[in-house]
């Protein structure tokens, strides 16, 4: 009897976990669903066209913000993603070898880091000494966030390849560097770019790493040595702002923000699951 | 060595680089504040800012205090909920609905963080500020919760925050290592007889580890998370036991104040020193917790 009313209790308390978690976890997608939705609707299309409106002045849109996230997650990729590919490439080719042992940790301890301590370096080795916020200078930040989520990745879908594939490339003569490029890693194609685009999707929601590289403009859409926005940047200093259509703009914002990042995500989640 | 391997090895630098440089960087820049004040700046609760230089003085023991508050917060909340949420997934859902409960949760565990931020802003923080009251009209004898505090911007809400940014990354880790229980114990389980609650809790033990390790890269998780707690926990240094009390975490601080820092002499080095203890503890706990999943064969 004892034993039976354990067992209910112990339910209760899953199906209690289960809803403590859930709850939130939606409320938080259908508070910016209907939060946002409305100011997208009411600016219309300038929303992400326009720059940032004056004080409690109608109208306006973040296109600013869009531009530097396209801008700084398109130069991370490509500072990041070679580097990253690379390095996957060989912890998964030596195995066990001390250094890529040491690599595939270190890749591990990275992907956990707090990345505003990466902001933060790369302020100190970059920005301070060309003296100005940059575009660029945001873009390293990220690709240094980046890195850990495509080599892991990289490594992973690499080593799933069958033997067979490599065996058969080897024995018809080819070196390691044409059976690693053109076979092994055209196996791997799938896992590899899940990889990217799930570095891709991370950075661009990243706020902390850009506060004090990227600088940040308004109005303004600059080249990749001159500060620029980002989306989630706006919303950060948007939400600190003491005016409610810099409230409204920042909901609007989180809104885009969160359809970029599901459009990108979920599809590789539900390719993951058919394979 | 063969010549691929050489073709490979700079990127291979260039990842350890990176980490030495920043240790480097961090180190390198904190000397400054360690020749005035010594190891005075992580024990002292002081933040004076001044033109001159001799008048400042920093001190970052409340956002130490601060860091450890929130992310226990956190970690109290999280931990019992996201087992449960492991068990129930696993064991309760039937097999093939198991991914429409397992995909929402790894959205969560990705969603840019600055999303957690507002909605911990605008809809957290006033509810939060209610209960506060409630507690505090009744309660406030009790020193956790004596801080009267109606905004609601606090260690509670940052907690709370905390706890709902880290569970679904907690709970993918139980579950991933509660699934990988072989068969064999299941069976040998479920064969005694014993209810589900008795069979669990013998499962359980037998993944101890992986929840050790899952708790230590959640606690490494809240401890590194800077913009949505900087924006609800209120920003001020304050060392108070009350939940409901305003305050700093180490990665708050160095948003809030880094960028006004240069202002000053010795501002950016504090700050710096601030970082180094983040760097500290983040390797640390990160360090620890993959040992023991490598150790056990998680990962």
Known sequence: MLRELKNRIFICYLLISAILVIFPL???????????????????????????????????????????????????????????????????????????????SLLLIMMEFPTILVGLFVMAIFVVPTGSFSALAGSFALAIVMLPYVATYTEQAMRSVPRQFKEGAYALGLRKCRVVFSITLKIAKKGVVTGLLIGMAKVAGETAPLIFTAGNAWRSTGSVFEPNGAIPLWIYYLIQQPYANYHEIAWGAAFVLMVFFLAIFLPIRFSMVRS | MDKFKIFLMPSVCTVFGIIILMLLVFTLNSIAVFKQEGFAIYTT????????????????????????????????????????????????????????????????????????????????????SGIIKFFYERLFFIPLFSYYNPTGFSYLSAGVLLAIMITPFATSLIRESYLAIPNIYREAVYSLGLTRYEATKILLSYIKPAIVAGLLLAFGRAVGETVAVSLVIGNAFNIHPSLFAPGYTISSLIANQFGNAFAYELMPSALFSAGLALFSIGLIVNFAGLIILKRWGYA
Not at chain 1, 54 to 76: E, H, R, S
Not at chain 2, 64 to 71: E, H, P, V
């Open chain 1, 26 to 104: 939606l409320h938080i997608l259908f508070s910016v669903f209907i939060n946002g939705v409305p100011v997208v609707m009411k600016y219309g299309i300038d929303f992400l066209t326009g720059t940032l409106p004056a004080p409690n002045k109608p109208d306006g849109g973040i296109f600013p913000a869009i531009y530097g996230t396209f801008l700084m997650v398109f130069i991370a990729s490509l500072i990041g993603i070679p580097l990253a590919v690379l390095a996957g490439v060989f912890v998964a080719e030596y195995p066990n070898n001390t250094i890529s042992k040491a690599t595939r």
């Open chain 2, 45 to 128: 609760n002081i933040w004076k800012a001044s033109e001159v230089a001799e008048e400042e003085y920093y001190g970052i023991l409340a956002a130490i205090y601060g860091t450890i508050y929130t992310s226990t917060i956190a970690i109290l909340i999280s931990l019992p909920i996201s087992i449960g949420l492991a068990i129930f997934v696993s064991d309760l859902i039937p097999k093939k609905i198991r991914e429409f409960f397992i995909i929402p949760i790894d959205v969560m565990a990705g969603l840019p963080t600055i999303l957690y931020g507002i909605w911990g802003v605008f809809i957290l923080v006033p509810s939060i």
